[in-house]
Nanobody, 123 residues
Framework: VQLQASGGGLVQAGGSLRLSCAVS????????LGWFRQSPGKEREFVAA????????NYEDSVKGRFTISRDNAKKTLYLQMNSLKPEDTAVYLC?????????????????WGQGTQVTVSS
């Protein structure tokens, strides 16, 4: 299974970006998919996750109401719509997939990871 994240860039505070993650190989519609982010010197942080039907999603508290995770099983693509961006959202954003697990924010439960896309929010 391979994941390819894209859509990052430089944006001013208050702006928006839409990240995409194309998944190839495996059985896409069986996976729970997640977005994580990592800044220099910090641990990888959970952002959002969506289960295989797309009807249930979870978010980290600081992004609730600003970010929306979604998936298109026909296109085998995961999305993250990010609105009202803040400088503290600056990080490398990574997408991940897993088959089984309990807590969706547990990084160790994800089987496959993409390479990440840089998001920089200027003040």
């Amino acid at each position: 299974v391979q994941l390819q994240a894209s859509g990052g860039g430089l944006v001013q505070a208050g702006g928006s970006l839409r990240l995409s993650c194309a998944v190839s190989g495996g059985t896409f519609d069986m996976y729970t998919l997640g977005w994580f982010r990592q800044s220099p010197g910090k641990e990888r942080e959970f952002v959002a996750a969506i289960e295989w039907t797309g009807s249930s999603a979870n978010y980290e508290d600081s992004v609730k109401g600003r970010f929306t995770i979604s998936r298109d099983n026909a296109k085998k693509t995961l999305y993250l719509q990010m609105n009202s961006l803040k400088p503290e959202d600056t990080a490398v954003y990574l997408c991940a997939a897993r088959v089984l697990g309990t807590k969706v924010d547990d990084t160790t439960s994800y089987n496959w990871w993409g390479q990440g896309t840089q998001v920089t929010v200027s003040s």
